[in-house]
């Protein structure tokens, strides 16, 4: 993708600017700055004795969350807000993990997985272990492609177990990274303009679980048992303690509203915002900073058994300030969700009812009665204000012209 640059320079431009390979084209300028289309590839450029870096235009987010947690579907309420399909990188493996749109790009960090299948079990370490990934090339190549250059990334082949023949990706306007551990390299963690981590409880884990590796995959109630209690250490050890760098957290939870609910069908949903986050505001309930509880339910909006309750407030996570929206419940007709759409603010929607437009347009994902549906598709919303107001911002910082 040629990405569109504008670089404003202290540089004196009396002598002539060219893009130094691959062959010497002059740049357009006037007065302090350039403006030029990058090829992708080169992101210096020399004006007589200076050469001039363009940062990229690719914003890059981070997802993290154990297998099996939503991240799949999270994406594609993502995607969805920006409109457009979601497709595998045309002609290349059938089996990448990678999902390009015309905005997004969605890389899975399974593919910095520097141990195969085999190599894991040999070793006697988990995929979730830092010695089963390479978080060298994962820096070198988020860094590279935030720069503007394109990269020929590894595909881990989750059919196979094996590493196959790296794929070509070129700078997006958005980069996702996704997977187990997007934050846990603090010079990867750098990069990120934004982070989320999908925190599912145990209980839930294990009810969706057997939803999908049960029903879908023909796997046994056991080796589903079997395989979250070998996994779980190294869970708790490198994935659970990213959530404390995440901007947002999207934390799942058995409700509240029945008594000893064993089911895991009804879902408290949390969505912790944190404070102090550049381009990021959060959404707030009715009066912002206040502290409320809301049930919803009534004249204009059906509930059924055991209804639908809102809250939201200030709180701390691992020591900083956030601000925590939850829903405890799951909507019967999502048409109604406007009444509640209506409540909130700073939901980043460019017309009245975006929100509720959005569910219902993606009804058959799961999750789209609950508050996991709701809060992505905020979250969805957010990331695309998030980047327009970085792009907007990009033409007015000046970009330090560096001496060759
Ligand atoms: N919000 C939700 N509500 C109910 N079930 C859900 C929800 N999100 C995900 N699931 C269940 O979890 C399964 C996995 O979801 P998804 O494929 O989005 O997760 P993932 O993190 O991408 O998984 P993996 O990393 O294993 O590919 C779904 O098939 C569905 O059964
Ligand atoms: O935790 C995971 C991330 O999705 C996978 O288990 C890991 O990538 C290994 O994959 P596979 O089980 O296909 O070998």
């Known amino acids: 993708m040629a990405a569109a640059c504008t670089v404003y320079t202290t540089h004196s431009l009396n002598s002539p600017c060219y893009v130094s390979t691959p062959t010497k084209t002059q740049l357009g300028f006037s007065q302090n700055h350039l403006v030029f289309n990058s090829s992708g590839k080169k992101t210096n450029w020399r004006c007589g004795s200076s050469v001039i870096t363009c940062l990229g235009d690719t914003v890059v987010i981070g997802l993290a969350a154990d297998s099996g947690c939503g991240k799949s579907t999270f994406m594609r309420r993502l995607t969805s807000v920006f409109g457009g399909a979601a497709e595998s990188p045309k002609g290349g493996n059938p089996d990448s993990n990678t999902l390009i749109s015309d905005t997004t790009t969605v890389i899975c960090l399974d593919d910095y997985h520097s141990l195969d299948r085999t190599g894991r079990k040999e070793k006697g370490v988990t995929a979730l272990d830092p010695r089963a990934n390479d978080f060298n090339l994962m820096y070198e190549q988020v860094k590279a492609l935030k720069d503007g250059i394109a990269v020929e990334k590894p595909i881990y082949n989750h059919v196979t177990g094996l590493l196959d023949p790296p794929e070509l990706i070129k700078p997006p306007k958005i980069l996702v990274i996704e997977g187990l551990h997007p934050m846990f390299d603090e010079r990867v963690r750098k990069l990120l303009d934004f982070s989320i981590y999908l925190d599912i409880s145990n209980e839930v884990k294990f009810a969706w679980k057997i939803q999908r590796d049960m029903a879908e995959r023909g796997h046994s109630l056991e080796s589903i048992k079997t395989s979250i209690e070998a996994r779980k250490p190294d869970f708790d050890a490198y994935i659970d303690p990213q959530k404390q760098y995440a901007d947002a957290v999207i934390e799942v939870l ?55 309750k809102f809250s939201y407030g200030p709180d701390t996570y691992y020591g900083h300030e956030v601000t925590v929206l939850e829903m405890d419940g799951q909507f019967d007709r999502l048409d109604e969700l406007i009444y509640v759409e209506s409540h909130l603010s700073n939901i980043s929607t460019r017309f009245y009812g975006e929100v509720t437009q959005q569910m219902l347009k993606n009804a058959d994902f799961p999750g789209s009665n609950n508050g996991t549906g709701l809060f992505q598709t905020i979250i969805g919303l957010k990331i695309r204000d998030l980047f327009e107001q970085i792009v907007a911002s990009k033409g007015k910082i000046p970009v330090e012209a560096t001496k060759a």
């Open 254 to 308: 058995p409700t509240q509203l029945i008594p000893d609910d064993n089911e895991g069908k009804i879902l408290r949903v949390r969505l912790i915002m944190r404070e102090g986050v550049q381009f990021f505001s959060p959404v707030y309930l009715f009066d912002e900073g206040s502290t409320i509880s809301w049930i919803p339910c009534g004249r204009k909006l059906n509930c059924s058994y055991p209804g639908i």
